[in-house]
């Protein structure tokens, strides 16, 4: 990786307690050229220096899609580049190669963000086979609504990691979620946490939401550590990636290095490249054929 640059809504959307989509869209409008600008500067390169300008056309909110396709586009023709538009979840896997270049397929990933909880299967580039995915709400999603629960600002996810280092797990133990196959499913473990907080009443120490928090974490975790186990048994695989938001999780990261063990080699990102940034993009666009720019908020796989 040459240079990333990131611009952070966490404080724009924090006031709202989550993403407000025309926020989002107006203040991608407004941060992404001075972001290029930047990024070049960062890296010492004039626009000649580029082979191909990657852009995320989906998944995601449609507004901001729009905005990121319509400035790759626009740079495209200034510069005489090609412009290849990059499945989001795709560059959370691609992630893994910025750090580990002789990473190649085929290898199993689980991808865990605000928005996905999926066990993927990459055949080759640019090839995945989707294994599980989650019935209801996604891991980071749930993370997020714990953190509301728990009294924590947005994103959650963070918050409610630094929360739970400080309590007990066992002193609060909620359920760990249990489907068949590889399926996923968060939203009665989220109900749980409801019913425990109201059984609980006022009387809710500083302890308690720490507790509350771990629990919640072991159940998130262990279920996802589950699935990737099975997974690994169903399809033996060489290589393994955990990636996406969630992956910046502090026992998610420890787990995952005691589920696959020696059985594989484990790719979890550093910090800053599980959650979302340009630099994945920009991997997944270096392997992705310069495709169509169509802009697709619900793309999948
Ligand atoms: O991949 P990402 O940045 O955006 C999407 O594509 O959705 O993932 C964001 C999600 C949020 O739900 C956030 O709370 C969660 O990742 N997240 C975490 C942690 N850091 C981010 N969840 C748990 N522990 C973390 N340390
Ligand atoms: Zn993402």
């Not at 852009?55 to 412009?83: D, H, S, Y």
């Not at 963070?158 to 489907?179: C, E, N, V």
């Not at 974490?217 to 169903?234: F, T």
Request: aromatic share 4%; with cysteine; net charge negative.
């Amino acid at each position: 990786m040459v240079a990333n640059l990131i611009h952070s809504q966490e404080a724009l959307h924090g006031e709202f307690g989550g993403v407000v989509p025309e926020l989002a869209a107006r203040d991608h409008l407004e941060k992404l050229p001075g972001l290029v600008d930047g990024v070049l500067k960062k890296a010492g390169q004039e626009p000649d220096g580029i082979d191909r300008i990657g852009v995320t056309r989906g998944p995601g909110l449609v507004g901001c899609l729009l905005i990121g396709v319509g400035l790759a586009r626009g740079l495209g023709a200034a510069w005489e580049k090609p412009v290849v538009g990059v499945n989001h979840l795709w560059g959370h896997v691609y992630a893994a190669l910025l750090g580990r270049p002789d990473l190649s397929p085929p290898l199993l990933a689980l991808v865990v963000s605000g928005a996905h909880t999926d066990l993927v299967w990459m055949l080759e580039h640019g090839r995945f086979e989707v294994l599980g995915r989650t019935r209801d709400d996604a891991a980071g999603e749930a993370f997020d609504k714990a953190a509301r629960m728990l009294g924590l600002g947005y994103p959650g996810g963070p918050a409610l990691d630094r929360l739970a280092r400080g309590g007990d797990a066992r002193r609060q133990a909620l359920p760990k979620p249990a489907l068949p196959g590889l399926e996923f499913s968060f939203s009665g473990l989220k109900t749980a946490l409801l019913y425990r907080l109201r059984d609980l009443g006022g009387e809710v120490t500083e302890q308690d939401r720490a507790d509350l928090a771990a629990a919640f974490e072991e159940s998130v975790v262990g279920a996802l550590m589950e699935k990737l186990d099975q997974a690994l048994d169903r399809r033996p695989a060489t290589e393994v990636v955990v990636c996406g938001g969630v992956a910046a999780n502090t026992l998610l990261r420890r787990r995952a290095g005691e589920v696959v063990g020696a059985r594989a080699r484990l790719t979890i990102p550093p910090l800053e490249l599980c959650t979302d940034n340009g630099a994945m993009i920009a991997a997944a666009a270096t392997y992705a054929p310069v495709n169509d720019l169509t802009v697709d908020p619900g793309l999948g796989w």
